[in-house]
């Protein structure tokens, strides 16, 4: 039995030496606290949006706001069917930073996104392109402080981690639980290393030179991605480029998901890319199931069998685990018993992970109401400026 515990406690040990190395290592953007001059290099902001009448208004008035000079921001409606469109043109009245571009179509072996993406980039002349999601919500000086920390440590993509706000039950149960298994098994020190070949990227704030963009063939070479901000990130690696993901809890937060359906759907569309593949997708979900209930049962099956030394060890591991999940939700701003809930968490976590195994077997992944299929035969071979 005393072996049993001590193996327990190695992996444990183990995990949340994975969990916490990377979180202490964790480098965060904070705002600059100062004004960026006149004549600094032009940004534009694309943001592209399909059916984000509830998140677009909100959205655009904050990036509004910021205290960045020389900034335009880009909408491009992705064909949506609900007000979007509308409720940026009505903004865009007020404002004249403020622009409306209709994707049109989606070409044959294409994704909505990189499209969208695509079109917004071809429409703006900035020396700067910022990729944002719909569902950020800026602080006045994110742009400023984003463009500030890219040129001075030259960076030629930077990509920042939001504030993830939880406000359901399902969010505050299977977000945190997904985040505790991507430190597991990644490492963002990996990614900011330019001698290592690792690469990755949060789609929801990506800023790249412009230049850089179009070299490596910009949206129009991961045209067919699912997860079109981390293929990117490979390619702007690869060819050599400085490539930095940072935190920026601070200066932009955003809330992905406001039920368990499109929840489901978004990371199922997402969790084999994240996790490097269906073999790492697949280990992740075992892990996830056996760590949650092993970490709750073992200790009651280690009592039942009478001895105490090594129930007790195994309680204490168990306990520690538990104890960092506690962290975890304290951290999220929800309540601490989220954490201690974190073996149904990594239960959901496991399933979504084999949905997303499953739907790529199947060559079909749902996201806003569009089925996407094998990748394109055919992808542009170069970038084209309208």
């Known amino acids: 039995m005393m072996a049993i515990a001590l193996l327990w406690t190695a992996v444990v040990s183990w995990f949340l030496i994975r969990a916490v190395t990377?979180?202490?290592?964790?480098?965060?953007?904070?705002?600059?606290?100062s004004s960026s001059p006149a004549n600094s290099r032009a940004v534009t902001v694309i943001v592209p949006a399909r059916n984000e009448a509830a998140n677009i208004g909100r959205c655009i008035r904050r990036l509004l706001t910021q205290d960045y000079p020389n900034l335009e921001i880009l909408v491009v409606n992705d064909n949506s069917s609900d007000h979007t469109g509308t409720i940026v043109s009505d903004l865009a009245c007020f404002d004249p930073r403020l622009r409306l571009l209709h994707s049109g179509g989606l070409p044959l072996g294409w994704a909505g996104k990189p499209h969208a993406c695509c079109q917004g980039a071809r429409a703006s002349n900035a020396g700067w392109l910022c990729f944002m999601d719909a569902d950020?919500?800026?602080?006045?000086?994110?742009?400023?402080?984003?463009?500030?920390?890219?040129?001075?440590?030259?960076?030629?993509?930077?990509?920042?981690?939001?504030?993830?706000?939880?406000?359901?039950f399902w969010e505050r149960l299977i977000i945190p639980a997904g985040f505790f298994l991507l430190a597991f098994q990644s490492d963002l020190r990996r990614v900011n290393d330019p001698a290592c070949s690792d690469a990755a990227a949060n789609g929801q704030f990506i800023l790249i030179r412009r230049h850089v963009y179009e070299k490596v063939g910009g949206h129009a070479a991961v045209c067919d991605e699912i997860c079109e901000d981390t293929a990117l990130a490979r390619r702007v690696k690869g060819a050599g480029h400085r490539l930095a993901v940072l935190g920026a809890a601070e200066l932009v937060r955003t809330r992905m998901y406001t039920n368990l359906?499109?929840?489901?759907?978004?990371?199922?569309?997402?969790?084999?890319?994240?996790?490097?593949?269906?073999?790492?997708?697949?280990?992740?979900?075992?892990?996830?199931?056996?760590?949650?209930?092993?970490?709750?049962?073992?200790?009651l099956?280690?009592?039942?069998?009478?001895?105490?030394?090594?129930?007790?060890?195994?309680?204490?591991?168990?306990?520690?685990?538990?104890?960092?999940?506690?962290?975890?939700?304290?951290?999220?701003?929800?309540?601490?018993?989220?954490?201690?809930?974190?073996?149904?968490?990594y239960t959901m976590g496991g399933l979504i992970a084999l949905n997303s195994i499953w739907l790529r077997w199947n060559n079909r992944v749902a996201w806003k109401g569009r089925i996407y299929t094998t990748p394109a035969a055919i992808k542009p071979a170069q970038w084209t400026p309208l």
Not at 141 to 158: N, Q, S, T, W, Y
């Open 22 to 33: 990377p979180f202490r290592h964790y480098e965060m953007l904070r705002p600059n606290g």
């Open 261 to 299: 359906e499109s929840l489901w759907e978004g990371l199922s569309k997402n969790v084999v890319e994240m996790l490097g593949g269906t073999c790492g997708a697949l280990l992740a979900a075992l892990a996830a199931f056996a760590l949650g209930w092993v970490t709750a049962l073992l200790p």
């Open 136 to 168: 950020t919500i800026a602080e006045p000086g994110l742009i400023a402080a984003a463009v500030k920390a890219a040129e001075e440590r030259h960076f030629d993509m930077l990509s920042l981690e939001p504030f993830q706000e939880l406000g359901g």
């Open 301 to 345: 099956w280690a009592w039942h069998q009478g001895s105490i030394a090594a129930a007790c060890v195994i309680s204490l591991a168990s306990l520690a685990l538990a104890a960092t999940h506690v962290s975890g939700a304290v951290y999220f701003g929800i309540p601490f018993f989220y954490g201690l809930l974190f073996p149904v968490g």
